[in-house]
């Protein structure tokens, strides 16, 4: 099972995605972590898309792709695969049906998961994330246990630099432009279901769950 996680920025994909692993048994693939690797191992990559992130821009579909085909073709993924912050454009849209066509697999479901903006920005500039693994907490609605360290595997929790309120307002802007016509995508497919994300975050989990069924 293939299934693609949408929302704004902030909207809750991660937080979701690692719960959902575990119910679902799927890996929980984030381009986004998957580049924060890359920056912090310092791959070619990692350099190209730092500039991207930096700025609150899109990286290159091309260079997504790319990456996101070759990781779905480990073997952790090959029961299927929760996908966080990919596809983010049309074009990358296409290009992972035409991947998965040839995996022999398809998108099943897109989870829409909807916030307003003016929840958005104040969720992220709260935000912390965890170093190892991407878990994400909340200084004002998901804290964690013990201040500075990851309820999961105990590292550290940092602030990501692209989490200032400037950078914010432009991946906020990023998104409404170039991400959100993919939900009109998915629709027409016939795969997408909607959650209202301004809840609590187990209410959100249920009804994706519900989603599935
Ligand atoms: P990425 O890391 O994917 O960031 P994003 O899409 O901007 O999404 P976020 O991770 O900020 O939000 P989220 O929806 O995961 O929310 P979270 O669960 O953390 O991408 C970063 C950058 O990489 C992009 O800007 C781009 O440059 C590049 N990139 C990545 N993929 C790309 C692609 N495909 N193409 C091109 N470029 C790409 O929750 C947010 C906060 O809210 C947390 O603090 C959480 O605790 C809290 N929260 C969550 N749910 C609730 C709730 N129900 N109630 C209260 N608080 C909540
Ligand atoms: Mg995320």
Not at 123 to 151: M, W, Y
Request: aromatic letters at 6%; charged letters at 25%.
């Amino acid at each position: 099972m293939i299934i693609v996680m949408l929302g704004a920025p902030g909207a809750g994909k991660g937080t979701q995605s690692k719960v959902l692993q575990d119910h679902l048994h799927l890996v929980h693939i984030s381009s986004g972590d998957l580049l924060r690797e890359n920056i912090r191992r310092g791959t070619a990559l990692g350099k190209t898309a730092d500039e991207y992130i930096t700025k609150g821009e899109l990286v290159p579909d091309k260079l997504m792709i790319d990456m996101i085909v070759a990781r779905l073709g480990e073997p952790d993924a090959e029961q299927g695969a929760l996908l966080d912050g990919v596809p983010r454009t049309l074009p990358q849209a296409a290009a992972l049906d035409d991947a998965l066509d040839q995996m022999q697999k398809k998108v099943d479901s897109a989870l829409y998961i909807n916030v307003d903006d003016g929840v958005l920005i104040e969720r992220l500039s709260s935000r912390l994330t965890c170093r190892a693994r991407g878990h994400v907490f909340n200084l004002k609605f998901n804290r964690p246990q013990v201040e500075g360290i990851c309820d999961y595997d105990g590292s550290e929790l940092y602030q990501r630099p692209d989490d200032t309120p400037e950078t914010a307002q432009k991946r906020l802007e990023v998104y409404f432009e170039q991400t959100r016509p993919i939900i009109g995508y998915y629709r027409d497919k016939g795969v997408l279901c909607e959650v209202n994300g301004d809840q609590y975050i187990e209410t959100v989990t249920w009804e994706l769950q519900n989603c599935l069924r």
